[in-house]
């Protein structure tokens, strides 16, 4: 029987905190995308995790807590982390930290290390509050395909595999967190691209009388947390990015190939011609990336080519949107 979506009435959270306490799967919505949530302290509960998403044991889970003091529970903070923490929680930033051992290795695929992040949806810290408890909460979609940014999205996905899923409209977002790690001595390395910039980040560190630098050590190979793959949030049908598409395809081109531009074509336009946004801009095309991807993914075409964000300084949104894309297009950065 498919998982039954429940609005986030009052009811609805404490039955849902509840099962998730006994050790179910909830998918929960963040303003990032929709996560499958267990309960991060239940080892058997994060396994259930891993199989209903098929997910590889070795691509650790990030872990949603309430507030500072909730992670600290769960990992060991310096004090530039803290800084951070407060600059930017809730909100759509994950530290990696050194793990407490109450957090199961399953979380970690075995690290020494968690991910850890407060989402600033009020429905999500709603529920992280009635349970009590850390939740564990990758992405709730079969793993590696286009993540979920809507209850239906969840539905369409796992909606056999997972208990229930929390309703709370689509996600404000729409790109996953921003993750890094930082050093006692504040110096930031960003993992993955997200809202929040490496160079929000340093800023924030050194108005806290802290001298905050990016690192330019070179990520190791080992997955310090998810989505840092070279193949991720991938459509099934086979996609090309380019960094621009020519107007004229909103005419005439290949008959079996869809046209993703980042900015609606004005004028008529052919069948298989779509767009990201209305008006180009980082924030909205980010919003509506994985919704679009999903949309034309099951509109038949044998070829997806979509456009990326031109980088302009001090536009984080766009770094983590073409690191999607490129992604999702099995192309490593």
Known sequence: MPAKIHQPTPRAIRALAARLRRGGLVAIPTETVYGLAANALDARACRSIFRAK???ADDPLIVHVVDLRAAESLAVFNEPARVLVRAFWP????LVLPRKSIVPAVVTSGQSTVALRSPAHPVARRLLRAAGIPLAAPSANLFGYVSPTTA???LAGLGGRIDAILDGGPCRVGVESTIATVTADGAIRVLRPGAISGASLVQALRR???RGRLSREKPARTVLAPGLLDQHYSPSTPLEVRTKIASSLTRSGEPHTAYIFRRRPRGRIRRGIFSFSRTG???EVARHLYRVLREVDAAGFRK???????VRAGDPLAVAINDRLLRAAGRRR
Request: hydrophobic share 40%.
């Open 54 to 56: 098929r997910r590889p």
């Open 91 to 94: 909100g759509p930033l994950t």
């Open 152 to 154: 239906e999205h969840v």
């Open 208 to 210: 806290a009388g802290i």
């Open 281 to 283: 801009s980082a924030r």
């Open 304 to 310: 997806i080519v979509a456009e990326s964000m031109p």
